[in-house]
């Protein structure tokens, strides 16, 4: 008789959730026990004896008896039949031989953010995904793999359960809409984001910049299941910018005027008003969301529900988003389940308002609030409107105890804010109806109808008391828009075995196409304040119309093939041809390609047998090759030449308007991918790697010509340029911890790319980026400063030849710089166009994720960082915060040069009112304004704590999880502006941009 | 049998489903091969290049600005000069001379007026075609070429003006013009060719100004119904813009020849060619800017077509947007005589600032914007006679009666109007004829045009502070008090000139090719202006 031990122990799985059921075994009796509710067993066994740890679908795992045994079971990949969604159908996970990153819809619904997008970043290898500023309505910008293009669209295409959607900003005018925005995070089940040309060439012409691939959820087998998911939060600007107090603006302001020979302008008043306009334009925005679902399945039907809420204030204080949604698919198998039909629901409703965005719009929160006088309050009781607006020049800030007003008749923006309006409010459906006959096991016959119809209401409101309305004496504009698409699929797929030879083949007809629709009305000279809310007839003298529309579509047919051996061998490909409404008829119709091979080595006998087996337990090579297209140009008939109407007052008239080529094709893509994926110890960790070149030619660009030659908007699209893109991806997960209770699992990617112009037309250079062969797409760009001539205050900078010039604020002229008399001003010279040079990349060249659960006992811990850099910022914010007129500045301004004895900081010239554009270089780019965009960012804190189970059952419910979180807490970078990602013009050139929010929430999930 | 049905019912479900998806039809604009097709849209075409004079698409952007002619050829013409103000910084580059190649508003003032000059070729060309195909009459294809090569005279002229040194620049006026295209554009191929064509000479330039002029002289009517007489071309506007571009080209005795077209012998002077005359008083051909006997020719604007409130010249040149007033140069002046009318009645007196500042009250409907912008007045054709006049045959009776015409209905006190007595030699009366341009086409963009064109002239160029020919210092708005305006006290406070000008030598006298040519254009790249 041996000695026995009583063990107590839990089982749960590789996310720590408790495994109510999971069998322990005396290896080599018939003896054991299941786990109870909460996932804990308790059994007496011999003490020298082995337990056998079994579940379904999970890998057996043995132990040794101990008093206390804790076993994490991991999913076995072999037996487990886990699914990914593909173009047109789904694949096992274990035989989907291309670049595919996958993210749970639950890794982004608990967090606070106005669409699932923002939560997007980070959390996969080569996609990247960038937040241009806090505003809660604007889309970020999500980059898959690199930029391809140049005037086409870069934005992948997002495919909502099988039908091609909308996306982007679909705002018209002064307020944003993000169109995937529309879709609660909480209904989504999972993302698949296609990458690779193996992936992708399914897309055909639309693959080019990568595919977005959403499931949402559906019923789940057992009785019904409702569950609510619920948090609220805070938001407030991570950072703002330092700006002058009142006393510094004074001192600063009068420097201006007397250093070039004028009287001080500026004053204290004897209340000594300090204001911090910021205070008044930016707030904590309170943000919560709800959504309820019940769900549930039964062998013949399944069903899920949900409608959910969320209204979230921004950090500005007229900026908001409200959604609401309702969600529905149920499906039914019928006629002895040869047949199954299905169908889906998504309708929203988004209200969205915001303030007047432009980099340099006087009414620009951005670039009003941070140019306020600091010595003049926000409100004055005595003027009617109650804030503080200049009794004679009713569209400017009141002057205080200031001499003059401030410059260029800056409105009062918290009067702006908190009156005009820029809002607009978004319906959408997306509706599909799907049939699906399955003659034998193996052949499947589906037939999908779907469509996306989006109308906006969109308007903005300028009252007639000051600011931008005053110059109309009230103008409301309002614009209606519709945006509809139908798309028809017929799908015919089979998927075969003989013996060990696997088999698949999909063969799809598709059809879609899009109408857009928009009228537009507008009032202006209104004869009463009282009137400028809503369009009311007789209540203004000037009425506008307008309108437009256009159309596009596309006609698909599409086969693919996939064949392995026993999982160890692949090869597969598909081929699609496209008919592209946007392309002339002679030239519309394409055929794209793609084709894909890898070999699972770990398969092998020699492998399996080996002893590497324990250590690699999974390793596949693979690589893929396709040829695809990019068909989203900037217009729908840009091969049209046209007349456009065109009014001469109150003539009616048309006029040439774009000058159409016939013979654009759509831009080709070659992506070249090549990598591995491996698992070690048992699937607890897996590594994937991938190398990836995407070479696209035949480029849509308007190529520029010369404007004396009329061509309208001086381009012609034409196919012309190359850029090609390549990089390396790694992903690296699995649980570290995973013992007495603890688990700790990690998820870590990094990603590289690269970018370069090969042929171009020639230069297209803008204002602080240019287009250049040999460099990187939007390769920063502009004169090289040399600093502040410590003898006169004077800026400096190099000619290209090395040799450095001064620019004399005093006369606006530039000289050669001698450094033995650096006040002589004898030898003239000039800054031309040649002097400048590239300055730096705008694109990051590696970023990643790296994100860590840690769960003990009922509790979880998540922190996630996110990384980026090796790109370059143009942070022209800091241009125009030093600007010369009779405006506030930065605290930088305070390093000025102001005699040789206290020459400043060496950066800051000597002030001069009305010199700014000659200190600063305004409209042109400077290395002075250009910083390093590296971060790593803290993105997210959390933890959460699950109620036990006996609780829960207390409670009459099934589950109940609470957490606190915190979003986006530090970010440590050397960039001086509000954010390394903030962005307005395009990445790279940060311009005005509205701060990032930082957000603190609780959250709850309760399932019944 | 029932199985081909249902293929074919299959087959074609698929080919309806292609057809409805991509054979799709553009709805928001007719295609190029059409739009000569009717009389009604030939007529439509040619107001097509009207609106490209008035509201060119601003770069960057694409908004609506009155580049060329709607708004910009004031405000630049003024803002270059030194008589008007610039009160804001975000619009004192001109003002400031602190442009570059890639500055906005002298590539909108180059871009858009090609865009008006493509539209044009092409809607030659089209009525052409259309002539010939019996669309239109030959007839009415002459008269629609001549309207709009009128227009395309007017943009040439103008872009001499901006962007290349004036005629008397060298002996032939060999050096650079501005590219001139007579052919319409619109394919890659005629991009190709026409690149190759680079800068014409100042003389070619003027050539083909005055070809178009002489075309649309011959061609046009001499009147037109009700506003259109205004704001469409008409003979009487090309005779006068001749007299304008004549004068730029110091051609004096041709100035007299096509004034006498258009000037009556004697006093009081009117048009024998569109009854033309000078208004009773002053404001007339602004108070009253869509019809009036004066105005030869202007840019249409509406209420709901205009520069908008980013451009037009009542926001801009009044309180509702306060951009530009009126400098206490030309208010101070003392050849502007205290009792002038135009003080009384083309000024205007407004706080802005905490300055109570003279704004410009030739543009008056504020919001509504829709001024009609002048481009050629009765009184500059009396002026560029009475100047030809004077510098061919001195101080003549005709000169002074010229001058008078314009001057004596502003300056009522017989006391202080002029007879030939006044001047003591031809000097003094190009003065007072100088002098008398400042006033009468204040605040309509006359000051630069006279500047650039004086340029070369021994006599009576304008200086900059060097001694040398150029633009003069200039007032600065950020050390203006309202006591700076002391009206024709002949004292301007030098405390308040603080903006500087600079002298024709300067890189930045005209306007640099802009950026966007440059770089489009390797043979216009090689011809860039001195100095940028």
């Given at each position: 008789?041996?000695?026995q031990?009583?063990?107590?122990?839990?089982?749960v799985?590789?996310?720590?959730?408790?495994i109510?059921?999971?069998?322990?075994q005396?290896?080599?009796?018939?003896?054991?026990?299941?786990?109870?509710?909460?996932?804990?067993?308790?059994?007496?066994?011999?003490?020298?004896a082995?337990?056998?740890?079994s579940?379904?679908?999970?890998?057996?795992q043995?132990?040794?008896?101990?008093?206390?045994?804790n076993?994490v079971?991991?999913?076995?990949?072999?037996?487990?039949?886990?699914?990914?969604v593909?173009g047109?159908?789904?694949?096992?996970?274990?035989?989907?031989?291309?670049?595919i990153?996958?993210i749970r819809?639950?890794?982004?619904?608990?967090?606070?953010s106005?669409?699932?997008?923002?939560?997007?970043?980070?959390?996969?290898s080569?996609?990247q995904?960038?937040a241009?500023?806090?505003?809660v309505?604007q889309?970020p910008?999500?980059?898959?793999?690199?930029?391809?293009?140049?005037?086409?669209?870069?934005a992948?295409?997002?495919?909502?359960?099988?039908?091609?959607?909308t996306?982007?900003?679909?705002?018209?005018?002064?307020?944003n809409?993000n169109?995937?925005?529309?879709?609660?995070?909480?209904?989504?089940?999972?993302f698949?984001i296609l990458?690779?040309g193996a992936?992708?060439?399914?897309?055909g012409?639309?693959a080019?910049n990568?595919v977005v691939?959403?499931?949402?959820?559906q019923?789940?087998?057992g009785?019904?299941?409702?569950?609510?998911?619920?948090w609220?939060?805070?938001s407030?600007?991570?950072?703002?910018?330092?700006?002058?107090?009142?006393?510094?603006?004074?001192?600063?302001?009068?420097e201006k005027?007397?250093?070039?020979?004028?009287?001080?302008?500026?004053?204290?008043?004897d209340?000594?008003?300090?204001?911090?306009?910021?205070?008044?334009?930016?707030r904590?925005?309170?943000?919560?969301?709800?959504?309820?679902?019940i769900?549930?399945?039964?062998?013949?039907?399944?069903?899920?529900?949900?409608?959910?809420?969320?209204?979230?204030?921004g950090l500005?204080?007229?900026n908001?988003?409200?959604?609401?949604?309702?969600?529905?698919?149920?499906?039914?198998?019928?006629?002895?389940?040869?047949v199954?039909?299905?169908?889906?629901l998504n309708?929203?409703?988004?209200?969205?308002?915001g303030?007047?965005?432009?980099?340099?719009?006087?009414?620009d929160?951005?670039?009003?609030?941070?140019?306020?006088?600091p010595n003049?309050?926000?409100y004055?009781?005595?003027?009617?409107?109650?804030?503080?607006?200049?009794?004679?020049?009713?569209?400017s800030l009141?002057?205080?105890?200031?001499?003059?007003t401030?410059?260029n008749?800056?409105?009062?923006?918290?009067w702006?804010l908190?009156?005009?309006?820029?809002?607009?409010?978004?319906?959408r459906?997306?509706?599909?109806?799907?049939?699906?006959?399955?003659?034998?096991?193996w052949?499947?016959?589906?037939?999908?109808v779907g469509?996306?119809?989006?109308?906006?209401?969109?308007?903005?409101?300028?009252?007639?008391?000051?600011?931008?309305?005053?110059?109309?004496?009230?103008l409301?504009?309002?614009?209606?828009?519709?945006?509809?698409?139908?798309?028809?699929q017929?799908?015919?797929?089979?998927?075969?075995?003989?013996?060990?030879?696997?088999?698949?083949?999909t063969?799809?007809?598709?059809?879609?196409?899009y109408?857009?629709?928009?009228?537009?009305?507008?009032?202006?000279?209104?004869?009463?304040?009282?009137?400028?809310?809503?369009?009311i007839?007789?209540?203004?003298?000037?009425?506008?119309?307008?309108?437009?529309?256009?159309?596009?579509g596309?006609a698909?047919y599409?086969?693919?093939?996939?064949?392995?051996y026993?999982?160890?061998?692949y090869i597969?490909?598909s081929?699609?041809?496209d008919?592209?409404?946007?392309?002339?008829?002679?030239?519309?119709?394409?055929?794209?390609?793609?084709?894909?091979?890898a070999?699972r080595?770990?398969?092998?006998?020699f492998?399996?047998?080996?002893?590497?087996?324990?250590?690699?337990?999974?390793f596949r090579?693979?690589?893929?090759?396709?040829?695809?297209?990019?068909d989203?140009?900037?217009?729908?008939?840009?091969?049209n030449?046209?007349?456009?109407?065109?009014k001469?007052g109150?003539?009616?008239?048309?006029?040439?308007?774009?000058a159409g080529?016939?013979?654009?094709?759509?831009?080709?893509?070659?992506?070249?991918?090549?990598?591995?994926?491996?698992?070690?110890?048992?699937?607890?960790?897996?590594l994937?790697f991938?190398?990836?070149?995407?070479?696209?030619?035949?480029?849509?660009?308007?190529?520029?010509?010369?404007?004396?030659?009329?061509?309208?908007?001086?381009?012609?699209a034409?196919?012309?340029?190359?850029?090609n893109?390549?990089?390396?991806?790694l992903?690296?997960g699995?649980?570290?911890?995973q013992?007495?209770g603890?688990?700790?699992?990690?998820a870590?990617?990094?990603?590289?790319?690269?970018?370069?112009v090969?042929?171009l037309?020639?230069?297209i250079?803008?204002?602080h980026?240019?287009?250049?062969?040999g460099?990187?797409?939007?390769a920063?760009?502009?004169?090289?400063?040399a600093?502040?001539?410590?003898?006169?205050?004077?800026?400096?900078?190099?000619?290209?030849?090395?040799?450095i010039?001064?620019?004399n604020?005093?006369?606006?002229?530039?000289?050669?710089?001698?450094?033995?008399?650096?006040?002589?001003?004898?030898?003239?010279?000039?800054?031309?166009?040649d002097?400048?040079?590239?300055?730096?990349n705008?694109?990051?060249?590696?970023?990643?994720?790296?994100d860590?659960?840690?769960?003990l006992k009922?509790?979880?811990?998540n922190?996630?960082?996110?990384?980026?850099?090796?790109?370059?910022?143009?942070?022209?914010?800091?241009?125009?915060?030093?600007d010369?007129?009779?405006?506030?500045?930065?605290?930088?301004?305070l390093?000025?040069?102001q005699?040789?004895?206290?020459?400043?900081?060496?950066?800051?010239?000597?002030?001069?009112?009305g010199?700014g554009?000659?200190i600063?270089?305004?409209?042109?780019?400077s290395?002075r304004?250009i910083?390093?965009?590296d971060?790593?960012k803290?993105?997210?804190l959390s933890?959460?704590?699950?109620?036990?189970?006996?609780?829960?059952?207390?409670?009459?419910?099934?589950?109940v999880?609470?957490?606190?979180?915190?979003?986006?807490?530090?970010t440590?970078t050397k960039?001086?502006?509000?954010?390394?990602?903030?962005?307005?013009v395009?990445?790279?050139?940060?311009?005005?941009?509205?701060?990032?929010?930082?957000?603190?929430?609780?959250?709850?999930?309760?399932?019944? | 049998?029932?199985k081909i049905?249902s293929?074919?019912?299959?087959?074609?479900?698929?080919?309806s489903c292609?057809?409805?998806a991509?054979?799709?039809?553009?709805?928001?604009?007719?295609?190029?091969g059409?739009?000569?097709?009717?009389?009604?849209?030939?007529?439509?075409?040619?107001?097509?290049?009207?609106d490209?004079?008035?509201?060119?698409?601003?770069p960057?952007n694409n908004?609506?600005?009155?580049?060329p002619?709607?708004?910009?050829t004031?405000?630049?013409?003024?803002?270059?000069g030194?008589?008007?103000?610039?009160?804001?910084q975000?619009f004192?580059?001109?003002?400031?001379?602190?442009?570059?190649?890639?500055?906005?508003?002298?590539q909108?003032?180059?871009?858009?007026?090609?865009?008006?000059?493509?539209?044009?070729?092409?809607?030659i060309?089209?009525?052409?075609t259309?002539a010939?195909n019996?669309?239109?009459?030959?007839?009415k294809?002459?008269?629609?070429?001549?309207?709009?090569?009128?227009?395309?005279?007017?943009?040439l002229?103008?872009?001499l003006v901006?962007?290349?040194?004036?005629?008397?620049?060298?002996?032939?006026?060999s050096?650079?013009?501005?590219?001139?295209?007579?052919?319409p554009?619109?394919?890659?191929?005629?991009?190709e060719?026409?690149?190759?064509?680079g800068?014409?000479?100042?003389?070619e330039?003027?050539k083909?100004?005055?070809?178009d002029?002489?075309?649309?002289?011959q061609?046009l009517?001499?009147?037109?119904a009700?506003g259109?007489?205004?704001?469409?071309?008409?003979?009487?506007?090309?005779?006068?813009?001749?007299?304008?571009?004549?004068?730029?080209?110091?051609?004096?005795?041709?100035v007299i020849?096509?004034?006498?077209?258009?000037?009556?012998?004697?006093?009081?002077?009117?048009?024998?060619?569109?009854?033309?005359?000078?208004t009773?008083?002053?404001?007339?051909?602004?108070a009253?800017?869509?019809?009036?006997?004066?105005?030869?020719?202007?840019?249409e604007n509406?209420?709901?077509?205009?520069?908008?409130n980013?451009?037009?010249?009542?926001?801009?040149y009044?309180?509702?947007?306060?951009?530009?007033?009126v400098?206490?140069?030309?208010?101070n002046?003392?050849?502007?005589l205290k009792?002038?009318?135009?003080?009384?009645q083309?000024?205007?007196?407004?706080?802005?600032?905490?300055?109570?500042?003279?704004?410009?009250w030739?543009?008056?409907?504020?919001?509504?914007?829709?001024?009609?912008?002048?481009?050629?007045?009765?009184a500059?054709?009396?002026?560029?006679?009475?100047?030809?006049?004077?510098?061919?045959?001195?101080v003549?009776?005709k000169?002074?009666?010229?001058?008078?015409?314009?001057?004596n209905?502003?300056?009522?006190?017989h006391?202080?109007?002029?007879?030939?007595a006044?001047?003591?030699?031809?000097?003094?009366l190009?003065?007072a004829?100088?002098?008398?341009?400042?006033?009468?086409?204040?605040?309509?963009?006359?000051?630069?045009?006279?500047?650039?064109?004086?340029?070369?002239?021994?006599?009576?160029?304008v200086k900059?502070?060097?001694?040398?020919?150029g633009?003069?210092?200039?007032?600065?708005?950020?050390?203006?008090k309202?006591?700076s305006?002391?009206?024709?006290?002949?004292?301007?406070?030098?405390?308040?000139?603080?903006?500087?000008g600079?002298?024709?030598?300067?890189?930045?006298?005209?306007?640099?090719i802009?950026?966007?040519?440059?770089?489009s254009?390797p043979?216009?790249?090689?011809?860039?202006?001195?100095?940028w």
């Open positions: 008789m041996t000695a031990t009583q063990v107590r122990g839990t089982v799985d590789e996310a720590g959730v408790p109510i059921g999971a069998t322990i005396i290896k080599g009796t018939t003896q054991g026990t299941v786990t109870n509710l909460d996932g804990n067993f308790s059994l007496v066994a011999p003490a020298e082995t337990l056998v740890v579940f379904v679908g999970l890998i057996t043995e132990v040794a008896v101990a008093p206390t045994v076993v079971l991991m999913p076995d990949t072999e037996l487990l039949e886990e699914i990914v593909v047109y159908g789904t694949q096992r996970k274990r035989d989907v031989t291309s670049s990153s996958q819809g639950e890794d982004l619904a608990s967090k606070a106005p669409s699932f997008m923002q939560q997007m970043a980070g959390r996969a080569g996609v995904v960038i241009p500023s806090g505003d309505t889309p910008r999500v980059i898959i793999r690199g930029v391809g293009t140049i005037s086409s669209s870069n992948p295409l997002y495919v909502i359960n099988g039908v091609p959607v996306s982007g900003n679909v705002g018209y005018s002064y307020s809409n169109a995937l925005a529309d879709i609660n995070p909480s209904d989504i089940e999972s698949e990458k690779d992936a992708t060439a399914i897309y012409s639309r080019a990568g691939l959403i499931t949402t959820k019923g789940k087998q009785a019904a299941k409702i569950t609510y998911d619920s609220m939060g805070w407030s600007a991570a950072k703002l910018y330092d700006l002058l107090n009142a006393e510094q603006f004074v001192t600063i302001a009068n005027y007397t250093n070039s020979g004028g009287n001080p302008q500026a004053k204290m008043d209340k000594g008003t300090d204001t911090n306009w910021y205070d008044y334009v930016f904590t925005g309170f943000q919560h969301s709800h959504t309820v679902s769900s549930g399945a039964s062998p013949q039907t399944q069903y899920f529900m949900s409608a959910g809420y969320t209204d979230q204030k500005s204080i007229n908001s988003y409200n959604r609401y949604t309702f969600y529905a698919k149920a499906e039914h198998k019928f006629l002895r389940d040869y199954t039909a299905g169908f889906s309708a929203s409703n988004q209200v969205n308002t303030p007047v965005k432009g980099t340099n719009s006087i009414s929160n951005m670039y009003a609030s941070s140019r306020m006088l003049v309050a926000v004055n009781p005595d003027d009617p409107t109650g804030f503080n607006i200049d009794p004679n020049d009713r569209k009141a002057k205080g105890a200031n001499l003059r401030i410059e008749t800056i409105p009062n923006i918290v702006v908190k009156n005009n309006r820029q809002k607009n409010s978004s319906y459906i997306l509706p599909t109806a799907n049939i699906d006959i399955r003659p034998v096991s052949l499947m016959f589906r037939s999908l469509a996306d119809v989006n109308l906006i209401d969109d308007s903005y409101v300028w009252m007639p008391e000051s600011g931008d309305g005053f110059g109309y004496k009230g409301i504009n309002r614009s209606s828009i519709k945006r509809q698409r139908w798309n028809f017929n799908i015919l797929s089979a998927n075969k075995s003989f013996g060990l030879h696997n088999l698949d083949a063969a799809v007809a598709e059809w879609t196409n109408v857009y629709n928009r009228f537009t009305a507008g009032a202006r000279d209104f004869s009463d304040p009282f009137f400028v809310d809503e369009i007839s007789d209540t203004y003298v000037t009425q506008s119309s307008g309108g437009s529309v256009t159309t596009n596309l698909s599409i086969f693919r093939a996939n064949y392995n026993n999982s160890i061998f597969g490909g081929v699609r041809r008919g592209i409404s946007n392309l002339h008829k002679d030239n519309r119709w394409g055929t794209f390609y793609g084709g894909s091979a070999v080595i770990s398969g092998l006998d492998w399996k047998n080996s002893s590497i087996n324990d250590i690699v337990s999974d090579l693979r690589g893929s090759f396709a040829e695809v297209g990019n989203r140009l900037s217009g729908d008939f840009m091969y030449d046209i007349f456009a109407g065109q001469y109150d003539q009616a008239g048309i006029a040439y308007y774009q080529n016939p013979a654009l094709k759509w831009e080709k893509q070659k992506i070249l991918d090549f990598g591995f994926d491996a698992a070690f110890l048992h699937n607890r960790f897996n994937v991938a190398y990836w070149q995407k070479d696209n030619s035949d480029i849509v660009l308007d190529v520029p010509t010369p404007p004396s030659l009329g061509i309208p908007w001086n381009v012609i034409q196919n012309y340029g190359k850029i893109n390549n990089g390396i991806e992903e690296l699995g649980n570290i911890i013992n007495k603890l688990i700790w699992k990690t870590f990617n990094f990603s590289t790319q690269q970018s370069k090969v042929t037309v020639n230069d250079p803008y204002e980026y240019i287009l250049r062969e460099e990187s797409m939007n920063l760009w502009g004169y090289r400063y600093g502040v001539n410590m003898k006169n205050g004077n800026p400096m900078y190099y000619k290209k030849d090395g040799s010039i001064q620019g604020i005093a006369n606006t002229k530039y000289y050669v710089y001698n450094p033995s008399d650096p006040a002589d001003l004898s030898k003239a010279s000039n800054l031309v166009q002097d400048k040079e590239i300055l730096g705008s694109l990051p060249t590696w970023f990643g994720g790296w860590n659960t840690v769960t009922n509790f979880d811990f922190i996630f960082f996110r990384f980026s850099g090796g790109n370059k910022i143009a942070n022209v914010t800091r241009r125009d915060m030093l010369q007129g009779f405006t506030n500045s930065s605290t930088e301004i390093g000025r040069w005699s040789e004895s206290n020459p400043g900081d060496g950066n800051v010239p000597k002030l001069y009112y010199r554009g000659f600063n270089l305004t409209g042109e780019g290395s304004w910083e390093s965009g971060f790593l803290l993105q997210n933890v959460g704590y699950n109620f036990p189970k006996g609780l829960c059952s207390q409670l009459w419910v099934e589950k999880r609470i957490y606190v979180q915190g979003q986006n807490l530090a440590f960039y001086s502006g509000l954010d390394p990602e903030g962005y307005t395009v990445p790279g050139v940060d311009w005005n941009g509205n701060p990032q929010q930082r957000t603190f929430l609780i959250g709850l999930n309760i399932g019944f | 049998m029932k049905l293929i074919l019912f299959g087959v074609a479900l698929f080919f292609t057809d409805q991509i054979n799709l039809e553009q709805k928001d604009a007719i295609t190029y059409v739009a000569f097709s009717t009389p009604e849209r030939c007529e439509l075409a040619i107001v097509g290049c009207y490209a004079a008035q509201s060119g698409y601003y960057g908004q609506r600005r009155g580049y002619f709607g708004a910009a004031v405000q630049q013409g003024d803002m270059k030194e008589n008007m103000l610039n009160v804001q975000f004192a580059v001109t003002y400031n001379g602190d442009y570059t190649v890639a500055s906005p508003n002298g909108a003032h180059w871009e858009c007026t090609y865009q008006m000059i493509n539209k044009i070729n092409i809607v060309e089209g009525l052409r259309a010939e019996g669309v239109i009459t030959q007839e294809a002459i008269d629609g070429e001549a309207e709009v090569r009128f227009l395309r005279a007017l943009g002229h103008e872009l901006f962007f290349a040194l004036p005629y008397a620049a060298t002996p032939n006026a050096h650079y013009g501005v590219p001139v295209s007579t052919v554009i619109n394919t890659i191929d005629k991009v060719e026409a690149k190759e064509a800068r014409a000479t100042v003389e330039t003027y083909q100004i005055l070809d002029l002489n075309f649309a002289e061609n009517a001499a009147t037109r009700g259109l007489k205004i704001s469409r071309a008409t003979k009487g506007a090309a005779v006068a813009l001749k007299t304008r571009v004549y004068q730029h080209m110091g051609k004096w005795t041709e020849t096509e004034s006498n077209k258009i000037v009556s012998p004697t006093a009081p002077f009117t048009s024998p060619i569109g009854a033309y005359a000078l009773a008083t002053p404001e007339g051909p602004f009253n800017n869509k019809s009036n006997t004066e105005s030869i020719f202007s840019i509406s209420a709901l077509d205009n520069a908008t980013n451009g037009s010249l009542s926001q801009f009044f309180t509702v947007r306060s951009l530009v007033c400098s206490p140069i030309i208010i002046a003392g050849f502007w009792d002038d009318l135009r003080r009384a083309l000024l205007k007196r407004a706080e802005y600032g905490g300055i109570n500042a003279f704004w410009s030739k543009y008056r409907t504020g919001t509504v914007m829709n001024d009609w912008t002048p481009i050629l007045r009765y500059e054709v009396l002026l560029n006679y009475a100047e030809a006049e004077a510098r061919k045959n001195g003549t009776q000169a002074v009666d010229l001058l008078n015409a314009v001057r209905r502003a300056v009522t006190d006391a202080l109007q002029f007879t030939t006044s001047f003591a030699n031809v000097d003094a190009m003065t004829i100088l002098q008398e341009r400042e006033i009468e086409f204040l605040a309509e963009g006359r000051r630069w045009p006279d500047i650039h064109r004086l340029t070369y002239d021994s006599k009576y160029a900059s502070k060097d001694g040398k020919s633009i003069p210092d200039k007032a600065s708005w950020g050390s203006m309202t006591e305006y002391n009206p024709a006290s002949g004292v301007v406070d030098a405390n308040i000139i603080k903006t500087a600079f002298n024709f030598e300067d890189r930045r006298y005209i306007f640099p802009p950026l966007s040519e440059i770089t254009n043979k216009i790249a090689e011809q860039q202006n001195a100095g």
